[in-house]
């Protein structure tokens, strides 16, 4: 039996973890802004959008294909969601792990109505069968379905009416050239700057009806990491602290105290990330060392380091991989409060 991959987050319940699980998926539903006009940041792709989806309406047709490229929590799913609500049409939902078979495929394409929203999360992880019936799909409107086995196998053609397939990937570079070229939109979203999760956070804390500073405001969006998902759940987690003990509106100072129960520091770093960057400079002297001997000292799978620790630590400039082994940058020793042993 095929196991699925493992979840590369080293756990949600981490605080900064970048995915989300079922649950939180539903408290995020009610933060989601339902149309672009309320969508903060990613100005480029969301101008392109805007463009492409009134074209769409003005003609009477179906909006192009679309597909979202990024690190997880920046809008992708969300995005989706404007599409289809933009369009006026429904959405579905489903998934690449979900799609392993071309018939699992055949089934959705085949009751969608005209102009319905086609939602694929992590598309890359389609099955082989089914990328290929969606290639004829997408640009025909058609999938051939076979009826029987061996020698006695016919295909039937079954027409489908036009629909727009939004796909979204975290690893775009696993994307078959074929299937890219098939969507006629293409957005990549980047990390948000902290200005635009403070717009992020007042609009969420709107919702979720707590009153903060404008300071309280700027510590968590400085812990964010980039990415509103995070912002938000840091956000949940800066409210119910505030609702045990008693405070009504949120400063900075008491923001900081919140989070620094969830043990994340004023850079967004976490007990991983710390205990990364503390044995590579006390255990290790700064490195080289390599990323087994690493997770080993941490206590953590080698997967968990390099999928989950290491990606923020390389884009703050805390670490770096040589043909050696990681190594800690002077940023990482000035972070600790530690003096760099001379070299």
């Avoid at 007042?202 to 707590?210: F, G, I, N, T």
């Avoid at 949120?250 to 991983?272: I, Q």
């Avoid at 960057?277 to 001997?293: D, H, I, Q, W």
Wanted: contains cysteine; proline residues 6%; glycine residues 10%.
């Amino acid at each position: 039996m095929a196991h699925e991959p493992r979840d590369p987050t080293g756990g949600l319940d981490r605080p900064v973890a970048p995915d989300a699980d079922e649950h939180e998926r539903r408290l995020e539903a009610a933060l989601r802004p339902r149309h672009l006009d309320e969508f903060v940041g990613q100005q480029r792709v969301r101008g392109q959008l805007e463009l492409m989806l009134s074209s769409a309406r003005l003609r009477e047709r179906a909006a192009d294909h679309v597909l979202l490229s990024g690190p997880p929590g920046l809008g992708k799913t969300t995005l989706a969601m404007i599409v289809a609500a933009e369009m006026g049409a429904p959405l579905r939902v489903s998934s690449g792990p979900a799609i392993q078979h071309a018939g699992d495929l055949a089934a959705i394409l085949s009751s969608l109505t005209e102009g319905e929203v086609l939602f694929l999360d992590e598309i890359h992880r389609m099955s082989r069968p089914a990328e290929e019936m969606l290639y004829m799909a997408m640009e025909d409107f058609r999938v051939d379905v076979v009826v029987g086995k061996g020698a006695g196998a016919t295909s039937i053609p079954l027409e489908l009416p036009p629909f727009t397939l939004v796909g979204a990937t975290t690893r775009a570079g696993l994307l078959p050239g074929p299937l890219r070229d098939r969507f006629g939109f293409t957005g990549h979203l980047d990390f948000y700057a902290p200005q635009e999760l403070e717009l992020v956070l007042r609009r969420s804390s709107a919702l979720l009806d707590v009153e903060l500073s404008g300071a309280g405001y700027a510590q968590i969006a400085s812990r964010s990491r980039g990415t509103p998902r995070i912002a938000n759940r840091l956000l949940r987690r800066v409210r119910d602290w505030a609702l045990v003990k008693g405070i009504d509106r949120v400063d900075a100072r008491a923001a900081d105290d919140a989070l620094s129960m969830y043990d994340v520091d004023e850079r967004g770093f976490d007990r991983l990330d710390r205990a990364v960057l503390e044995a590579l400079c006390r255990t290790f002297g700064g490195g080289p060392v390599g990323l087994s001997t690493l997770a080993a000292a941490v206590g953590e799978e080698t997967e968990t380091i390099e999928t989950v620790a290491e990606p923020f630590l390389l884009r703050e400039g805390m670490i770096g991989r040589t043909p050696r082994g990681r190594v800690a940058t002077a940023a990482a020793w000035e972070h600790l409060g530690l003096t760099p042993p001379d070299v």
